[in-house]
């Protein structure tokens, strides 16, 4: 299997790319050792490592929402050996944070979406209420008299509770917290309303019968939560908010270097190693083309910043 891929790989490749990689490749994680994006990194990267002959090697280099990390690759030489794992914070910093020294569409080259985490919309059953629809009834009562947790201010789930907002016409508060252990623990107590929270952390408390699991917020349903509808097919249109992982490398990477390496992570995402374990991971595999994961990038980009636009987040 592997040497057929390799024979693909080399196939698409000319002139110096046939030679990538003589030596091992860095590849730089934003986030602590064990997160989400650690191990994304780690698990496709070991594959990717078989495939390509070389080792790709995880650097963690966590703080400031992942952008110290995200500098650190996007002033790198651009020849293939400094990758970096970008993620949906990415795009919600470069419309939410005017501080930013790297432009997010500029300064990188995208080589391929890996993985994603979608987000389970869960409340408490002390708000009386079975279905999406029996919220959004609520939230139209009583204005404002709702609350959201959500891990940060500018986060993926804070712009997505507030795009429903939008869509649905219906007035939240958002209340922030550190991290999902503190958001979750006020929601269990009842001290907010509702959550959007990654699978792993919210469907426990939902088998247990502690919270309420109402929808996905994916545009097609999570296989890990199959039997939850998406928010989409609840009747808000066009919705679609993940917390997604994707492979990236500075920008001027030369073109046939990026989609060898593109062709290497596609077929780790397909190998069944690296599927069963992003499955007990809880990860949703995605895969595609640079040009697909560039246009990705651009539509997260503008769908959020018109959100942070709307509630004031927007630089």
Known sequence: MIALVLSAIAGSSVGYAADYPSH?????????????????????????????GQQLVVETHPGAS?????????????????????????????VTNPNLRFDFTKDFAPITPLTALPLVLAVNPSLG?????????????????????????????????????IREHIKLV?????????????????????????????MPFVESGRLKALAVSSAKRARTVPNLPTIEELGVPDFDATVWFGLMAPAGTP?????????????????PQVDSK?????FEPLGGSP???????????AKWRAVARATGLAK
């Not at 992003?278 to 809880?282: C, N, S, V």
């Not at 040009?291 to 980009?301: H, L, N, Q, S, Y």
Request: glycine share 8%; net charge neutral; with cysteine.
């Open 291 to 301: 040009d697909e994961f560039a246009a990705f990038i651009a539509r997260e980009t």
């Open 255 to 271: 073109r046939p270097i990026v989609d060898k390496l593109a062709a290497a992570a596609n077929a780790a995402l397909k190998s």
């Open 174 to 202: 958002h209340v922030p917290y550190p991290g999902s252990p503190q958001a979750v623990t006020d929601l269990l107590a009842g001290r907010v309303s509702m959550m959007l929270g990654v699978a792993s952390t919210i």
């Open 129 to 165: 209420i079975s279905d999406f629809q029996g919220l959004i009834a609520l939230a139209r009562s009583k204005p404002g008299a709702l609350t959201y947790a959500s891990v940060g201010i500018g986060s993926v789930p804070q712009l997505a509770c507030e795009l429903i907002s």
């Open 24 to 52: 091992s490749i860095r590849l730089i994680v934003g986030f602590p050792p064990g997160s989400a994006a650690d191990l994304t990194a780690r698990l496709v990267g070991e594959q990717m490592s078989k495939i390509l």
């Open 66 to 94: 992942s952008s110290i990390a995200a500098e650190t690759v996007a002033r790198a030489s651009p020849d293939g050996y400094t990758l970096y794992i970008g993620t949906s914070t990415n795009v919600t910093d470069a």
């Open 278 to 282: 992003l499955a007990a991971a809880k």
